[in-house]
């Protein structure tokens, strides 16, 4: 063993010093035993681990729990019923009507907002729908005259009868009609309710309608 190395001593004391504030560890990364681990070590890192998991498992629960009470909620109360749009339909009359909410019934547009409840949920009379008329029904109910503040249901046009007063729901140029139907009898009328066809059960009934008398003379009658 060689002479001491001045200042040895002094070199130990700091070693050691130095071995108390920074722990040795085994030599598998764990500290000596009697030390304690430095904040921000392992222990620290596991516990960070640990309440995430638990503030996300709280979530997800919370979640499933909602959920469950918004089905639950749907199925006592039931899903809102479906409100369609206004549709037009055609009635047995071949002419224009309203389609009620059933999808089945088709009420005559003259009988849309006329103060009867024709459908059975009576929005064929409905408040928003009849508040205006005509400017607050659906534009296929109205059909508009020669006269243009003048209007009329658009079922009741070409139907034989004179309803805006001036034959133009049933005569052109402002209307287009099909030939007068099976049961009429065409002719210039002198009766203010038709225009230029006539029931047939008026022919010779010994009563003028036509300007020609051919409703007493040439129609064949019904």
């Known amino acids: ?38 904040p921000g070590g392992e222990g620290f890192g596991s516990l960070c681990c640990s309440r995430r998991g638990a503030c996300l498992s709280a979530f997800l629960l919370l979640l499933l729990v909602t959920l469950a009470a918004l089905i639950a909620l749907v199925a006592i109360l039931g899903l809102p019923p479906r409100t ?20 089945r ?36 109910l109205v059909a508009r005259c020669g006269d243009p503040s003048s209007w009329i249901y658009s079922d009741q046009k070409c139907d034989g009868i004179n309803n805006c007063g001036d034959c133009s729901d049933e005569l052109s140029p402002v209307t287009t009609c099909p030939p007068c139907g099976p049961g009429w009898w065409r002719c210039p009328s002198i009766v203010f309710k038709y225009c230029d066809c006539i029931p047939r059960v008026l022919c010779r009934d ?13 129609c064949p009658g019904p």
């Open 1 to 38: 063993m060689g002479p001491p190395v001045p200042g040895g001593w002094s070199w130990e004391l700091e070693a050691r010093d130095m071995n108390k504030i920074f722990p040795q560890g085994d030599g598998n990364g764990n500290a000596a035993a009697g030390t304690k681990a430095l």
């Open 84 to 103: 369609p749009g206004v549709q037009t339909c055609v009635t047995l009359m071949n002419r224009t009507g309203f389609l009620c909410h059933d999808r």
């Open 105 to 140: 019934s088709c009420v005559p547009a003259s009988r849309v907002c006329d103060g009867i409840r024709t459908c059975a949920q009576g929005e064929d009379e409905d408040e928003a729908m009849c508040r205006d008329v005509p400017q607050s029904l659906p534009s296929f």
């Open 206 to 218: 010994h009563t003028q309608h036509c300007s020609d008398w051919s409703d007493e003379y040439s």
